[in-house]
């Protein structure tokens, strides 16, 4: 059986590079902060316990971390090692058997297997530390080996000899102890510099002078990569893009450009859906089978039906039926629902707005707050007038009407089944089922008017010139 | 002179890792299924006859297919060797001394070139085959040679023994083989396994046993790989598209970023036009000289005149004359024809409308069923209402004509030559050249109303919330 | 001290692949011309004179190159050598012991760290050449060396020897020579083929034969890579958009997707600021801290103020205001000046329009040559009716003013403070402050009609099917 499984994440880096007020670990990629990322890669050994040490902003992170993970504020910022001391110290009934995993919250590409590797240490290692070979080793500590191959400690660059810098295995920071020893060496460790900072590294030496067993797996460097600067998330959200991908791809959807393609971790794609280049899908989205989306399309919160096709177009926290057709250009808002193949054509927008089956709102229009019948045709140019100034109301439009094109449909209205509305009209007043409501003048014509208006203007332009 | 040459497409494959239902020669990549791919590479060789075998859905593939190629069902599918037997079954008039050319429908990358070499097969081969060394070759079939260096046997990955799995030169199921010895070893293979199956390699095997010359000719590995899943398949697409993207640009076509230019084969673009990001051009599209498309703009079945500008566009069955502006935020559907130096502007629909020199429509307008004449000027929310719930209705607007903003057109309607409308009008009849027409109410004014509504409003607010 | 420098930039290639007519050096890359690129690299050192002598395209070229660099026309062309001495003949003043840099205008990638390299030429280096090694040498001059490893000449790709084909190491065409021993070689360089063409290498082996010291420096090959075709331009607009990208995420600026952000060099963006793919910043554009731009945006000569969130938009000689909302799907024109928090919405195209803080137009509208005032509300489909088909007008809207939808303003109008408009009103009266205007028929109900009609037309389509 596993022994008790701990997880310290060091998270007070400042990231001075990314030049933000954001403590560094709440920067996001692919639809995540880095630190969740890291959590949900060390949840897979189910920790009995996870405490994330921050150096600031304990409350900003704290507020985003998923239940049962607890923080830590290290303050002042005295080294690694007096993080995990101040962490040790948050982690009661810990045994001595038991395993402590230290990682980095900076570090969002790691995958389960490699920390499935750190909690598979045997009880006899003191540690399981994670190396990796690098051709340019430059800013990272170097692993340190005895002739017989053991490793007897770390060394920092600024503190590396010559002959240490030329040395190719680094440090990843990446750790499982033995708790025990854990504690025990950790109080052993000495201010390393005049700011009177404890690194973690230390324990490595402390415990290898001590006889204990240090031991070493290696992994994928792109892995294992901490994110320092804006040029380093980018690329790891290009990481993490391929992985998320891939995925789908391997699970039957098809995509034009894989590498133009942002899906949110946690986003629902099912096989035989097809994303065109330039698709964005984030948060809780779900996008079924057969449907096609994008080109250049977001759909944020959205739900996709099976077969619709929604393309160049903005959806935020709406739900697309079945056979449903949006766009080009369309920005559907929180709580549009299209039904099964109805459509919200080119430069329409809706908001709280639902259309029944086969309901169609072709061009130019936009309907909030109102609810549209089966089958009923939204003319060009309708727009549901839902707002007076003061308050919103709603428009309702039965089965089968035939809004006229340049409708306004002053809102609280209803526009009953059947019913037509001419061209142009300003409708404030109900209409029944079956009736046609007209809002108009008559049309006046002015024959000669645009010619003699022509004529005039020639003459003013001739004086002018003169 | 070169023999006859008969062609045989492996195209059984049931390529279940891309999870549809759709036969996998069907997939397309950059405008073309994968099997169109492999038979435009074929038939620069000018084959005498190409056979498709197939295992499901042989009506939808042959219903894809140029004239000229037949499709054979392969049922049940017992193997290459098997299919092959099926495709040499329907090819009549056969000669011993003809080349018979074996590939695979799921190959899209193969180029002319590739199969010239194929078609070289000198007349004491009995088979030509493509190799290729590979880093790593797993799941391949390997290539036997005995000690002088002449292929013995292919042996499939997992009949290999330790030291054949280290073997690099694959296998690719591209062959070239004498009619004559290719049909002679066929009858000979045997079953290979429990299922019954005939593999087409023991061919190479037999023929080889038999003293027969067997020959290898290298290849690029990415032109010679299959497709067996939507990663392959993208990857695929990407190839094509740097393909293509690398020709139009050999013959002088600027992009701004080939990587995110998606021109399907067979796009026409002339010297000097210029593409931005995020362009599509799909289907029978041709682009003029000193064009400019994009960025984010999709043309499918278009034509775009010299010196156009169309971008943030979707552009689908149109023709753009020269000098024409089309965007940012227009969608012009089947049947548009925008004239020379005519403008189809922003958030502006058009279908089946034509307008003629110089006419523009600037803003937020739908243009159905229309013809607009020279230099005719159409306001910011012109709206032709060309359906009445039945039936689609023409409207004709003259030269010169000056309809203003939020006119509504309903046809059938003619607007004579130079004739102006009223903003806001609702035009039911035609208009004379040269006329005015308006369709309008007087303004009322109600002084003080809104200052009285507003403070009304204070009150109530007051008293709900004492 | 430093000894003058002049600089030769040769210009004169014709760009043949180019397939323009466009002389080559006036092809862009990131906001750039080629020249442009290699003259603010060159201009690091601080030259005396600059001279750039082109074939063709003079006076084009002349009209874009910045104050105190000439331009010197090489007619006929006769080689390199003949171009460098056409512009010696310009270079009046110039002293014996002066570095005269000689360099290629079609060069962009080249950067001020070599330009500097070669200005350190020293006293006794009669040349200093930049020389790259690389694993395919073709089509390059072949740096000669003799046993003791001393540059003794450079032999073109057509007139090597096999051996000297062999040879790995490359004429970039980049030099820094003492003046005097320029011109003294110069002169004695002869016609190197039947056309007459005087080549600059053979200055080289003169200086070398003559005991003069030529000495070599390095370079990275991408920096010294000339632009011959379309493919090579866009290859160096992909590495200057990746230098330019990391520039800013160095600066602190979140990029989504650096290989899909086109910011032109000179555009400012300040840290915290975030870029989200199928972003493009043109021209003179500035982003300010905490904005957030894109996704597929354009903006062209704007400034996008603090806070400010613009999508989906294209954005040209606009101002947008502290924490104002653009698009998704809006166009915003030269003139336009959004408010601190207002909001430019969703199918909004302005023009030569300021909307003062906390102004608002959400949806479909059109205004040009407008004012409105500070907390304004525009309904949807509103249009400034700006053209009378003659001029321009202006509408002026007031603080506080309440436009209804699809409200057409026939300027020149002026709506006042807090006044309410109508929905659907034609609004050519100018309103009072406080007050409503409506432009209005009553509405007319036919109970039954629409119920009629259908009838009727099912009995038609009866008819006509019998």
């Not at 609280?412 to 037509?420: D, H, K, L, N, S």
Request: charged share 20%; with cysteine; hydrophobic share 40%.
């Amino acid at each position: 059986m596993q022994v008790p499984i701990h997880v310290v994440v060091l998270a007070a880096g400042k990231g001075t590079r990314m030049r933000t007020d954001l403590p560094k670990v709440l920067h996001r990629a692919a639809g995540r902060t880095l630190i969740d990322w890291v959590l949900e890669a060390v949840s897979t050994v189910e920790p009995a316990r996870t405490v994330v040490v921050v150096g600031h902003g304990a409350e900003a992170v704290a507020a985003t971390l998923p239940p049962g993970v607890d923080v830590c504020l290290q303050e002042p910022q005295l080294g690694t090692g007096h993080a995990v001391q101040a962490a040790l110290a948050t982690l009661d009934g810990i045994a001595p058997d038991d395993t402590v995993i230290v990682c980095y919250g900076d570090g969002p590409l790691i995958l389960p297997a490699l920390v499935s590797g750190l909690a598979g240490r045997s009880p006899g290692e003191a540690v399981r530390m994670v190396t990796v070979d690098v051709a340019d080793p430059g800013g990272y500590g170097r692993i340190l080996r005895d002739g017989a191959g053991s490793v007897v400690g770390v060394v920092e660059e600024r503190d590396a000899s010559p002959d240490q810098l030329a040395l190719t295995e680094i440090n990843t920071g990446l750790y499982a102890f033995r708790a025990g020893d854990l504690i025990e060496a950790i109080g052993r460790v000495e201010a390393a510099n005049a700011q009177g900072e404890h690194y973690l590294t230390d324990v490595v030496r402390i415990l290898a002078a001590g006889g204990k067993t240090v031991t070493t797996m290696d992994a994928d460097p792109v892995e294992v990569a901490g994110i320092n600067s804006h040029d380093q998330l980018a690329s790891a959200e290009s990481v993490l893009r391929q992985r998320i991908n891939a995925c789908l791809m391997e699970a039957g959807v098809w995509m034009q450009d894989p590498g133009r393609t942002y899906v949110d971790a946690g986003v629902e794609v099912e096989a035989g859906a097809r994303l065109y280049a330039g698709v964005h899908l984030e948060g809780a989205t779900a996008v079924a089978a057969d449907a096609e989306v994008g080109p250049d399309t977001l759909v944020r919160d959205g739900r996709i039906g099976r077969g619709a096709h929604v393309w160049y177009s903005v959806v935020r926290g709406a739900e697309i039926g079945e056979e449903a057709e949006v766009g080009p250009f369309a920005s559907l808002r929180p709580g549009t629902v299209v039904g099964r193949r109805a459509k919200v054509g080119t430069f329409v927008e809706t908001k709280a707005t639902t259309l029944a089956e086969g309901a169609k709102a072709p061009h130019l229009s936009y309907l909030g707050d109102a609810t549209v019948g089966r089958g009923a045709n939204i003319g060009a140019g309708t727009i549901t007038c839902n707002y007076d100034g003061y308050d919103k109301h709603r428009t309702v439009i039965g089965d089968g009407a035939f809004i006229g094109s340049d409708t306004m449909l002053v809102a609280p209205v209803t526009i009953g089944e059947r019913a037509v509305t001419g061209a142009g009209s300003v409708i404030t007043e109900d209409v029944e089922d079956g009736a046609l409501a007209v809002e108009r003048s008559p049309q006046n014509q002015v024959p000669g008017y645009a010619d003699r208006r022509a004529a005039r203007r020639r003459v003013e332009e001739a004086d002018q010139s003169t």
